[in-house]
């Protein structure tokens, strides 16, 4: 009974941290001190993903059924292996992570956030980043975008070496990019103007970690 109450609590907290944070924190699984417990087998639930704590047989359906439908075999045949060490692993949940996280690292590269940076990409990433960062504060340049539309997210490569995935995404999204120099005149871009970009980013995890994290290890643009 008391396992069940304590379920019932993380549950709430979940519901208050609202669905979009949960989808994110199934991809990049920043450690907050605040994490579900352990299960037995020493894996950790997957916080938004479908089917955790509810029916196990009905969730393990609803994740091979995912798999199956996947048309591309390679694709079939390392989603099945990463669920084979981590049973929690699911497509959707996923892919709803990777959406949610593309504007958040963008937005806070162009507002030069180095610390909501760090809890999202690896070492090299981050050095990328930071480089550019610093080279836009060096020129007195600042940066203000959004991404106004996401018009397709979609898995190109995934696989798994040893307990390490690694899942490419392609977006294909529509910013508004402007860089403005110290006296607020536009340098760069238009406010007025969208631009579509083709963006190609890799995330990696250890499967068989307790920390549910899946950082940006890769970027390019196509």
């Known amino acids: 009974m008391g396992e069940g109450f304590q379920f019932i609590d993380i549950i709430l907290l979940a ?8 989808r994110l924190r199934s991809l990049l699984g920043r450690r907050t001190g ?9 894996s950790a639930p997957h916080v938004g993903q479908p089917g955790v704590g509810d029916d196990p047989v009905a969730a393990h359906m609803d994740r091979e ?4 439908l996947e048309a591309n075999p390679a694709l079939r045949k390392a989603f099945r292996a990463m669920q084979k060490v981590d049973s929690y692993f ?3 949940a996923f892919i ?28 090299d990433v981050y050095e990328d980043f930071n ?6 504060e060096e020129a007195s340049q600042t940066a203000q975008g959004r991404v106004l539309d996401l018009a397709d997210v979609r898995i ?5 070496v040893g307990s390490v995935a690694e899942i490419t995404v392609a977006y294909k999204a529509e910013i508004v990019l402007v860089t403005m120099n110290d006296r607020d005149e536009v340098i760069e871009g238009n406010s007025s103007d969208t631009v579509m970009v083709n963006d190609v980013w890799t995330f990696e995890r250890d499967l068989k970690s307790s ?8 970027t390019r643009s196509e």
């Open 15 to 22: 519901m208050v941290a609202g669905f979009i944070a949960l």
């Open 34 to 42: 605040e994490e579900p417990e352990h299960r037995p087998d020493g």
């Open 65 to 68: 059924s995912v798999v199956r």
């Open 90 to 92: 699911d497509v959707d």
């Open 96 to 123: 709803d992570g990777a959406r949610s996280v593309y504007p958040m690292v963008l937005e806070a590269f162009w507002r030069g956030d180095r610390e909501e940076l760090r809890g999202l990409l690896n070492d």
């Open 131 to 136: 480089a550019a960062i610093t080279a836009r």
């Open 156 to 160: 190109e490569d995934a696989k798994l």
């Open 211 to 218: 920390d549910p994290a899946w950082l940006l290890v890769a």
